[in-house]
């Protein structure tokens, strides 16, 4: 991938001393030349990965989210770079939770990831079409479902939540529901256990979903173009356990 480095960059600073009258100004010089600042991939960049390489970019971008290393951007030059073409590495489906930062999440920046979400991180057609896009179309090389812990979607699903079109929505959540019996112990969001177990198991029931209702993806796996893979975001230490 191709880098460059950010200049050095002055800041100037008004202190105010105790007595809350206002001192001299300060420039204060930051060296910013030894960060390492990714820019926005080509077509040639993206078709010389493999899916393998972007499992291990996303993997790796998350470890540098949880020590909170990371990557320096410049993203008014990103957003320039980005305007006429895309060339993602991935494509995630994930929750519509303001707890889960998914570009953050992996250390990723403009022009990286498509993100796809929906409370639940359930699969329909629109989802699929996404995917496809992404994957056929636009050559993202790795399709990833990740759920999350303490998910209000699959509370909801659990108890049985009747509300508007949340009733409707939640039905994509009750297979998953169904089919966790490991778990010992009340079956309510109040076990959080229970509730871990049938986030995973919507998250592999999504994965399911994907290749027996998309000849597309299912063609692109078999001749290993792309690859598809499940996770879960644990919110109390933002690490993603890959399923």
Do not use: W
Request: hydrophobic fraction near 40%; glycine fraction near 6%.
């Amino acid at each position: 991938m191709r880098k460059q480095f950010v200049t050095i960059v002055s800041l100037c600073a008004l202190s105010f001393n105790l007595s809350g009258q206002e001192s001299e100004s300060t420039t204060i010089e930051i060296d910013k030349s030894q960060i390492l600042v990714e820019s926005v991939l080509t077509k040639e960049e993206q078709e010389a990965l493999t899916p393998n390489e972007v499992f291990e970019s996303l993997r790796s971008g998350n470890e540098r989210f949880v020590r909170s290393d990371l990557t320096a951007r410049d993203h008014s030059v990103q957003i320039r770079e980005s305007v006429r073409a895309q060339y993602p590495k991935a494509i995630v489906l994930s929750c519509v939770d303001s707890r889960v930062p998914v570009e953050d999440v992996f250390d990723k920046g403009i022009g990286d990831i498509f993100v796809a979400r929906v409370a639940g991180n359930f699969i329909n057609s629109d989802i699929l079409g996404s995917m496809e896009f992404a994957t056929k179309v636009a050559g993202a090389k790795l399709i990833l479902v990740m759920g999350h812990e303490n998910c209000g979607a699959i509370h909801a699903a659990i108890d049985g939540a009747k509300l508007g079109n949340i009733t409707g929505m939640l039905e994509n959540l009750r297979p998953a529901v169904a089919m966790s019996t490991v778990t010992e112990g009340p079956r309510t969001s109040s076990n959080r256990l229970f509730v871990h177990e049938v986030s995973e198991n919507n998250v592999r029931n999504a994965l399911k979903k994907i290749v027996a209702d998309s000849p597309i993806i299912k063609e692109m796996l078999e001749k290993k173009e792309i690859d598809l893979k499940g996770a879960v975001y644990d919110m109390d230490t933002g690490v993603v356990n890959f399923l």
